[in-house]
């Protein structure tokens, strides 16, 4: 299994773009989830799902959109991009409720 | 005040040393508690699960106080390979994950 992968990797954004972010999961994880991480805030939670075609908001949803098709990708764009949200991005899937969260590698977003 | 609080460090500590780390939860309501560990510029892997009796995984020992409202992370015989971020995590009643900003452990020769 590849598990959870992410791309890209790295991204650099003019402040206005809109772009996406890939994250797709081979487990058949139910649950998957986007967070960001920054510098002395800790990982905060996005958007995410609890199975295909069930979205909701996390705690820091205001310029993302999700959607969940599929149980394997769960992808997450960004409408017009701003320099707040430079950011390290972070895709988790788990089984279910109560279990164990897998993350992926990771995407750096720079916007400038 | 965020709802789980940790010390960033860095604790720089020798190999061979014991070092702990606290964290503090706000929410009374919160229902499990983990240690993640991230390594620098990785992903948070899961480290270990801490249980309200206290459970140890090789050098790893994880304790719950309830009544004060915080978890623990003892690490004995520090290696070098522990050098990471320490990233302290609750979970309500809501199934979400709070994460703490992470403790910061630099193990040195």
């Known amino acids: 299994n590849a598990g959870v992968t992410q791309t890209p990797k790295f991204q650099v954004l003019k402040t206005g773009q809109s772009m996406t972010l890939q994250c797709a999961q081979d487990m058949n994880h139910e649950y998957m989830s986007w967070y960001r991480q920054d510098p002395g805030m800790g990982l905060r939670l996005i958007h995410y799902?609890?199975?295909?075609?069930?979205?909701d908001q996390g705690e820091v949803p205001n310029g993302y959109n999700v959607s969940r098709s599929t149980t394997e990708d769960f992808p997450l764009r960004l409408l017009s991009a701003a320099p707040s949200q430079t950011s390290v991005y972070f895709c988790a899937s788990r089984p279910g409720q109560g279990y164990e969260q897998y993350f992926g590698p990771g995407t750096r977003l720079t916007v400038t | 005040r965020k709802e789980v609080e940790q010390d960033p460090g860095p604790f720089n500590v020798p190999e061979g040393a014991t070092v702990a780390f606290n964290c503090t939860y706000s929410n009374s309501a919160s229902q499990s508690f983990f240690w993640y560990r991230q390594d620098c510029r990785k992903e948070p892997k899961l480290l270990m699960s801490v249980y309200s009796s206290g459970n140890e995984d090789g050098r790893f020992t994880a304790q719950l106080n309830r009544a004060s409202q915080y978890i623990s992370l003892l690490i004995r015989d520090s290696k070098l390979s522990d050098s990471a971020t320490y990233l302290c995590v609750s979970r309500g009643n809501t199934d979400k994950l709070i994460f703490g900003t992470g403790t910061r452990l630099q193990v040195f020769p």
């Open positions: 799902s609890v199975g295909a075609g069930i979205t």
